[in-house]
């Protein structure tokens, strides 16, 4: 007859606290992160942004007050010392024509991203027949100071965005343009010589050619498209002269030519 092994004891799980998912230090990095912690900072960038960033500053701090909430850590209407007595901030300023973003907790930054500033106004749907089409904002970007840039993730989902947005389909068409963008992105991940990495001239030359469908630039797809670059970068930050950028540069450009 076969002796039960006796159970060992279930460990208190640690709280997840700010300096296990962001990069600070001090009396934050030991503070166990509150749900109303991350209530304030969605509420902030709602305020700023128009809505909550994915995989921002305030979708991480709600991910992890919801552990700490499930293993007893922390109440569910808890606010850490930190955020009541210094609070949370989300700032937005211009640096070189760029939107920069600040997220941070009593003072200490836990996120930051930069976007190409797009001017408020929206263009009418009928947009003059020299608008520049988001194919062609795409051949910009291959022959722009990015065009030698080894694409990566953040290149692929912005490419893919942008086709979807170019052909009005939701989904990434086999052998298309975005799907040739995720092929080498994963490619060059394990391509170590820098010199056979595929790059977004090689993906993006001829651009208008390779897609299904074209449209003008508006300023929702190059916002769609800024979106995903900065998602799919760890730096929180476009490329200089790289995708987001032409379509921004695209979308304003038309606006200016639809007020004409």
């Known amino acids: 007859m076969s002796q039960e092994q006796p159970k060992r004891p279930q460990a208190e799980k640690d709280p997840i606290k700010y300096g296990d998912v962001f990069d600070v230090s001090g009396d934050l990095a030991s503070q166990t992160i509150a749900p109303k912690d991350a209530a304030l900072m969605q509420a902030k960038e709602h305020q700023i942004l128009g809505q909550t960033q994915k995989g921002g500053p305030a979708s991480v701090m709600q991910s992890a007050a919801a552990v700490n909430v499930r293993d007893g850590n922390v109440g569910r209407g808890e606010l850490s010392g930190v955020a009541r007595e210094q609070g949370v901030s989300v700032l937005e300023g211009k640096v070189d024509g760029q939107r920069v973003i600040t997220e941070s907790v009593g003072g200490h930054v836990v996120g930051q991203f930069v976007e190409p500033e797009i001017p408020m106004e929206t263009p009418s749907t009928a947009l003059e027949r020299d608008a520049i089409?988001?194919?062609e904002a795409l051949e910009a970007a291959a022959v722009?100071?990015?065009g030698d840039k080894p694409v990566d993730?953040?290149?692929a989902a912005a490419i893919?965005?942008?086709e979807m947005r170019a052909t009005g389909k939701n989904e990434t068409k086999s052998g298309g343009l975005g799907a040739r963008a995720q092929s080498a992105a994963t490619r060059n991940t394990r391509t170590v010589p820098q010199s056979d990495k595929t790059t977004l001239s090689d993906v993006l030359t001829d651009a208008r050619e390779k897609l299904q469908?074209?449209?003008a630039v508006t300023r929702e797809d190059a916002e769609g498209v800024i979106g995903a670059e900065l998602r799919n970068n760890l730096d929180m930050k476009t490329t200089p002269g790289g995708v987001?950028?032409?379509m921004a540069a695209a979308a304003t450009i038309n606006q200016n030519r639809n007020k004409g």
Do not use: R
């Open 133 to 135: 089409t988001i194919g």
């Open 144 to 146: 722009a100071g990015a």
């Open 153 to 155: 993730e953040s290149d």
């Open 160 to 162: 893919q965005v942008a």
């Open 213 to 215: 469908g074209d449209k």
């Open 244 to 246: 987001a950028a032409s």
